[in-house]
T-cell receptor, first 110, second 112 residues
């Protein structure tokens, strides 16, 4: 299968709602990055994780290398959270090469 | 925040023509990468480089060449552009031991 499976492909939330995105990996990954792609197409780095959990404001991400998954949790969704979210994982092959998931299109509505 | 710039930001090319996309980073990063993004999909790695004057093939290198003349600059070359190479191209850099990749703003390429 695909090295990085990202779900769901699309997600609709109302303002104030909480939800999560998930990436499953077909093999052991060394690290994961999460990005938001905004309406201008710009990739914004949200998190880099080699293990464990990180939080930044309303966002929280977890990476479990052994269980081969990573999650991104959005709390109290806001309109500006709308965009496409990508996870990208680095296999233990050196040079920090990333394999991307296909993304989750998030729409936050009032 | 790391700075990665790309030029041009958009380009229209003809089939069979030569296209050069340029990337410049001012962060003293050793590693640089070229990715392409097709509508509705994630990014896929075309070429990368870990040192000046050396390039390596990524996951989808066919139809592309790369050049790393200096640590700061990394170019992607389409010798004979084809319709299937219409996409958005992203350049990224990362430092040795600093695994976060920093991305440029992207170049939108349309091949007609």
């Amino acid at each position: 299968g695909m090295p990085v499976e990202q779900n769901p492909p699309a997600l609709s939330l109302y303002e104030g709602a909480d939800s999560g995105l998930r990436c499953n990996f077909s093999t052991t990954m060394k690290s994961v990055q999460w990005f938001q792609q905004n309406h201008r197409g710009r990739l914004i780095t949200l998190f880099y994780l080699a293990q464990g959990t990180k939080e930044n404001g309303r966002l929280k991400s977890t990476f479990n290398s052994k269980e081969r998954y990573s999650t991104l949790h959005i709390k109290d969704a806001q309109l500006e959270d709308s965009g496409t979210y990508f996870c990208a994982a680095e296999a233990d092959s050196g040079y920090n090469k990333l394999t991307f998931g296909k993304g989750t299109v998030l729409l936050v509505s009032p | 925040e790391a700075a990665v710039t790309q030029s041009p930001r958009s380009k229209v090319a003809v089939t069979g023509g030569k296209v050069t996309l340029s990337c410049h980073q001012t962060n003293n990063h050793d590693y640089m990468y070229w990715y392409r993004q097709d509508t509705g999909h994630g990014l896929r790695l075309i070429h990368y480089s870990y040192v000046a004057d050396s390039t390596e093939k990524g996951d989808i290198p066919d139809g592309y060449k790369a050049s790393r003349p200096s640590q700061e600059n990394f170019s992607l070359i389409l010798e004979l552009a084809s319709l299937s190479q219409t996409a958005v191209y992203f350049c990224a850099s990362s430092g040795l031991g600093q695994d976060t990749q920093y991305f440029g703003p992207g170049t939108r390429l349309l091949v007609l």
